[in-house]
């Protein structure tokens, strides 16, 4: 019998399976709390898990379905919140301290690398969390399965292969709101002068239009601001009618005309409406019921009218919590084997660790070219750069996807599968072409021909940049090997010293300025 019943998540965000810290005097250590969102969620209380590669496993323990609680809510109000802050606040049930490892492309990773706050972008939420009521698992007894890894009171070696070393042992039942307004910008400077001079939060939604009034012409233009907001539980038909394609934009420019009446919508809803429209929504405890009489029904063979609970309204599953083996005699006996050895050592733990930071880098540099590509004001050599970044970040992420979840099910593997990546894999691309200010990279001068020119635009030569760092075709004592760092192109005379440097690039990338010896004015014009 199905003792969990499944309530509707719409639009739902999947959250891979999450550990957290949660520290009590009586118990022994790290416990695992899990989003409701989650994919591969368990079908039953008392459902084996393995924390450490997250993993479900078999169904070792059963016992008696209470429910525990009463209502209750908070409202949080933020302010450039990470990727790993989205995720453990949407997702719910990571604590401080925890490191959420959710590797999916799509889903709450996808929805974080969207909103989190970035080098050229800026952000500010409001999160709802409505609780109701939690069903508790009491009396824990063990399955047949569970006392077939028993023998005269002990656990088999295999225990934890079959049953995990925690099992599920409570779902919380609630609802949740996430509003988030992203101001995306041009380069970081545009963002730097965003935040020194605007002061904005959705907790005073009305003064974020004088703020922005009081930023440059500049960064009005060329600044964006997108509203987007991710329900869970609820009726998701009140926010679609507020929030009919998901996701509003604007310049800022015309913020104040175009967003901020939708924005100051959304947010009277989160803040104020959403909670009130949970009111009529059935509880979780008279379907849960229901679904027992209807089961108890049909197995005396009589006719029970099929209801499809992905499709309900209201109270959504939010938190699926677990509890340790080790903590808990169950009918006399701890489903540990003697010598339980650890799955995962520092080594493995780092390197979960480094492709979960490789894999948030993607998502959001690769977030941030697609943006960028939308842009119909893009000069040809900044999209053909852009989209070699958009190209590159889309196979990296979904290598690292890949990665990670054998990291997770398989950590025996992480260690050389990421190292074949570093090595083998990944594709490689200069970010900083993610911002509007152009930046010249190696590859752009690698094996071209340019006229350098001198005082009144006078030719003097053409200079091929031949890939090694030498030139040709041009013959000087003070230029005769070139490099690009850190966005300059410098020429170099024999001695290694930088005799010309061309810092100012044409947005067509195609002429450069600098300056030579003694500040003699310097051209370069690339042949056509």
Not at 36 to 53: H, M
Not at 108 to 113: D, G, H, I, Q, T
Not at 267 to 284: I, T
């Amino acid at each position: 019998m199905n003792l969990v019943l499944k309530y509707a998540v719409l639009p739902s965000l999947l959250l891979s399976l999450s550990t957290s810290c949660k520290h009590e005097d009586r118990k022994s250590g790290l416990e695992s709390e899990i989003s409701g969102s989650a994919s591969n969620l368990p079908s039953d209380l008392g459902v084996g898990f393995d924390s450490e590669t997250q993993v479900i496993k078999s169904q070792c323990v059963t016992g008696s379905p209470v429910w525990r609680g009463a209502q209750d809510s908070s409202i949080e109000y933020g302010q450039d919140l990470s990727f790993n802050d989205i995720v453990k606040s949407y997702g719910g049930g990571a604590k401080v301290g925890a490191t959420v490892f959710g590797f999916d492309v799509k889903g709450a990773a996808e929805f974080a690398s969207k909103n989190a706050s970035t080098e050229y972008s800026s952000t500010i939420t409001l999160v709802n969390k409505v609780s109701l009521k939690k069903l508790i698992l009491s009396n824990p007894k063990l399955t047949t399965q569970g006392k077939a890894e028993l023998s005269e009171g002990r656990a088999s070696d295999t225990v934890r292969e079959t049953c995990g070393n925690e099992f599920f042992n409570e779902i919380e039942y609630g609802a949740q709101i996430f509003v988030v307004a992203k101001f995306d910008f041009a380069s970081a400077q545009d963002k730097v002068e965003f935040k020194g001079n605007a002061s904005v939060s959705l907790l005073g939604i009305g003064e974020i239009g004088g703020s922005i009034s009081h930023l440059s012409d500049k960064v009005k233009k060329s600044g964006r601001v997108s509203i987007t907001a991710r329900q869970v539980g609820g009726n998701p038909e009140e926010l679609s009618s507020i929030l009919s394609t998901g996701v509003i934009s604007c310049s800022l420019v015309d913020f104040e005309k175009t967003c901020l009446p939708a924005l100051t919508a959304i947010v009277k809803y989160a803040s104020e409406d959403f909670r009130k429209s949970l009111s009529s929504s059935p509880d979780p405890q008279d379907l849960y019921e229901a679904q027992l009489a209807a089961d108890a029904a049909a197995a005396k063979g009589k006719t029970v009218a099929k209801r499809d609970p992905g499709n309900a309204k209201g109270w959504a599953e939010v938190n699926f919590i677990t509890a340790k083996y080790a903590d808990i005699l169950i009918e006399g006996a701890r489903l540990v084997p003697e010598i339980d050895v650890p799955l995962i050592n520092a080594e493995i733990e780092r390197t979960r660790s480094l492709v979960y930071d490789d894999f948030q880098v993607q998502l959001k540099d690769s977030e941030r070219a697609s943006s960028l590509l939308r842009d119909t004001s893009l000069s040809d050599i900044k999209r053909k750069r852009i989209t070699e970044i958009e190209s590159a970040t889309t196979k990296n992420k979904e290598v690292l996807a890949s990665i990670g979840k054998t990291c997770m099910a398989q950590p025996g593997k992480c260690i050389e599968t990421y190292k074949k990546y570093k090595s083998e894999q990944v594709q490689a691309y200069d970010a900083r072409q993610l911002s509007f200010d152009i930046c010249l990279i190696k590859a752009d001068m690698d094996n071209t021909s340019w006229v350098l020119k001198g005082a009144d635009s006078k030719a003097i030569g053409t200079i091929r940049f031949n890939s090694d760092g030498n030139l040709a075709g041009y013959s000087s004592n003070d230029e005769k090997t070139w490099k690009v760092d850190g966005c300059l192109l410098r020429l170099y005379n024999a001695s290694g010293v930088a005799t010309t440097v061309f810092g100012k690039i044409e947005e067509s990338g195609d002429s450069m300025s600098g300056q030579g010896l003694k500040d003699a004015p310097r051209t370069l014009d690339r042949q056509k």
